[in-house]
């Protein structure tokens, strides 16, 4: 990036914070012209370090994100006009090259629902192994940074770099089209492409790093994503199952964090405050989930089966914990993961009190990809409390801040350390 000016920095900030929001749909629109989204990542980046010279004298402009399109798609234009087989490229792209530059208005939610959804099929193409799929879709939808995919993936910075630039080699060498998949082809896909929704949320629901606990745009991202696969794949459980989730989950945004941002526990939530439209359409989807399948519910459908649980329950003490507890079973047999166990263990706890959760979460101490993840010994921290070791409880809390890369939940798990 360009080095800016004292005075400056505030702008550079906000050019930066816009970025970061819109970089997915300025990718996924620059790639519908280059069909290549390593060079479409490259075009924005250069959106960006043009806004970093402009807007300092100028000013911000008043659609910031259009402006950051416009200008990248401007040199997609150029780039192809000044390939050989301009000709043959003109053809593909159409009539969306035929433009000068001109101050952009709102961009369509209509192109930018399926642009992005293009992007996230191109990016889960079955050429590419699993993880390729997800780092690369994390990077290019979810706007995460390699350490932020390394955290949500539980894998090393340098081996989730080398699959995204692998990745990006492969399709450009594949040639693999910019489209949304039909048929066999779009079910081969949808596995990877609920998974990476899942995470995209999952970022914005709890930011692994950064100032911000929350990162709204992701989550609207994320549902806004699932809802069209609705449309695309109605027959689909785990489609409406993904859907359910984050309706659910999304239900709770206005009261996860206090006013001056930080965290709130579930416990600690005004319920009255939860969007009940969204607990509706939640409830909506997961009944279509299971309407359009008589199999077992799959692993969204019981995450959501999870947060319905929450969702029904007028106070913390209300919870229906033991059928939680027993989800969390039913989700371990499904789809066995360490996480899973650990969001287990504080059910078990629930209902069978806390040495019992406790018992889980230290059978969990020598798993590899917990090793560095703060929610475990934060856990084991608040089991601790409750058990009334209130200095092992303080320690645990201390080690889980010391792990946090998120600024607000750092302060808050030092809170707890501290006895606040």
Known sequence: MLAVTERDDSTAHTVETVFRMEAPRIIAAVTRLVRDVGIAEELAQDALVAALEKWPAAGVPDNPG????????????????????YARKLQEVGRATEFAYEEPGAPDPDDID????RLVFMSCHPVLSAEARVALTLRLLGGLTTTEIARAVLASEATVAQRIVRAKRTLATKNVAFEVPYGPDREARLGSVLEVIY?????????????????PALCEDALRLARVLQSLMPKEPEVHGL??????QSSRAATR???????VLLR???????????????FAALGRADAVSSAAPGPYALQAAIAACHAQAHTWEETNWAQIAALYGLLSARAPSPVVELNRAVAVSMTEGPEAGLAIVDALAGEPALRDYHLLPSVRGDLLERLGRTGEARAEFARAASLTRNAREREFLLGRAGGR
């Open 243 to 248: 859907a359910a989730l984050l309706e659910l």
């Open 114 to 117: 399926d642009d992005l959804l």
């Open 257 to 263: 964090t206090t006013p001056d941002g930080a965290p």
């Open 66 to 85: 259009g402006w950051l399109t416009a200008t990248a798609k401007n040199r997609a234009v150029d780039l192809v006009r000044r390939r050989e087989n």
């Open 199 to 215: 995470l995209i949320f999952n970022e914005g629901y709890a930011a692994t790093a950064g100032d911000d606990y929350l990162r």
């Open 268 to 282: 600690d939530q005004r319920r009255t405050r939860w969007n009940q439209l969204l607990i509706r359409r939640g």
